[in-house]
């Protein structure tokens, strides 16, 4: 690495003083990116797991569905369809981790039962209908750790990306050219002392 700077204690304490700070921009920034990577670690966890229960839980409703629709014909299920009264509301917030923010998602559903006259419906039909309101709180869940998922990984990829510019560019040019110049002022300072002890040589001899 080429070092242009002159041999100056000047340039001597800045290039001190550059290191110091890289090094704890560097420190810092690795702790960022261990926390992420950590959180990222644990809500990969979660999204695997919210991903498997809405699967295992959409798949069990729709053969709900499936099995009312044999009983009742599709006629009568659209018709009950229209009757169900649900209503959802979401509410959404955030919060920031490691100066990232991410979404908190409140879903709130709204029931007016009965739907319909229990008279020739299938039991299936209110089971798939429970089955399908849990299912949107699921969704919502779902969505939360997925967009947090989606956000932490873009700054950690961020973080890793600044990491690796201090570790392999910033702190080894800093560190050399602390070297370098500490060196040549030493070089500079053994030259002027051998210098002065010819000059008093010369002195003596005289």
Same mark, same amino acid.
């Given at each position: ?12 304490? &800045? ?11 560097? &420190? ?110 699921? %969704? ?44 040549? %002022? ?21």
């Amino acid at each position: 690495m080429r070092i242009t700077l002159a041999a100056t204690k000047t340039n001597l304490l &800045n290039v001190k003083k550059s290191l110091a700070l890289t090094q704890e921009g560097y &420190n810092l920034l690795d702790e960022k990116r261990r926390i992420l990577l950590e959180e990222l670690s644990a809500i990969i966890d979660s999204v695997d797991s919210y991903q498997e229960q809405t699967d295992l839980a959409l798949a069990e409703a729709y053969r709900l569905v499936d099995k009312a629709t044999v009983a009742l014909g599709r006629k009568r299920m659209e018709e009950l369809s229209f009757s169900v009264d649900i209503k959802s509301e979401m509410a959404i917030s955030q919060r920031r981790i490691m100066g990232v923010g991410v979404p908190i998602i409140n879903l709130s559903v709204q029931e007016n039962p009965p739907y319909y006259s229990l008279h020739e419906v299938n039991l299936n039909v209110d089971e798939a209908i429970a089955k399908f309101r849990d299912i949107l709180k699921l %969704l919502a869940a779902l969505a939360e750790k997925k967009i947090t998922l989606m956000r932490l990984a873009q700054e950690a990829q961020k973080t890793i990306r600044k990491v690796k510019a201090l570790e392999k560019i910033y702190l080894p040019y800093y560190k050399e050219a602390f070297k370098y110049i500490g060196d040549r %002022l030493d070089e500079e300072s053994r030259d002027s002392f051998a210098l002065l002890k010819l000059i008093k040589k010369e002195k003596l001899r005289q």
